[in-house]
């Protein structure tokens, strides 16, 4: 098939800081327009109720409501990364895991990474899919994907006692899979492609405090971004992130969500709210 204009592609990107791509002016990135986004709308800034808001165009408050509680008593900033940093040597692996999963999820009323990673369909919301012909994604928070499964966690624990490795290469694992995944669709004639990653996410809670590992990282997603822009040159490319990610005070490599986001497009055109890219693909839908 020969690419035509139509063709949509949005690159999520989970965790992508926009000071960190504007800093290393990563033009594949940066696109022909780029702006910060606003995430004053949402009441927490967690991952599920974002991406689905970007596919559906709204927030659900109920879904939020679910995260607010869980983020208040279990929530990943600065005060509590610091706290597991100097706690998490000391941590014994089992009980701790035990400790967790019987005694704080249910007070938070489960793990809402479970119980929110398919709320989109699960509620039988109308997303952006039902607006194209031919469209595919390999699965966004909220989706149908779990970004925060029993192996993320005992790994990120792991990485709290002391040793990141085996989470940094979980977290390299599932990109190089989502990347190959990525371009097989881009062989196939979806009028839209929504693809998700979630590796800065991961490795940024873990290393954002590490600059130059960081660049690492980043350098391979403006890669991706150009070999995008060279296997399609006429599709329409959009990039998104969620949110971006910090160094949180005072815990070292460790990283927090900052509170905006970012996005980019081959068009020039920008949104400044996440929600809003429901619109924008609206607006280039075939009108079926
Ligand atoms: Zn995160």
Redesign the pocket.
Known sequence: MSDDFTRIIVLGID?LEYSLVEEWKLEYILQRAHCRTDLSDYDVVV?PPLWGSMITGKIDREVMRRWKLHTLLAGMDSMRVKLAEKLGRYLPHRPTIWVWNHLVLPVTGGNPFESTADYVKKKNLHTIFHEFEKSWTNGLPGYGRVVSNSTARELLLEAFRGNRKPYIRYAIQLYKEDRERLFSALNRDYDLIFWYTCLL?KIG?VCAGNKLEMLKYYLEINQLAKRVKKKCPDAIIYIISDHGMKPAEGAGKWGV?SDYGFFSSSTGELISKPYHLYELLLRHAPGI
Do not use: A, K, L, P
């Open positions: 965790g991952t996410d809670h969500h």
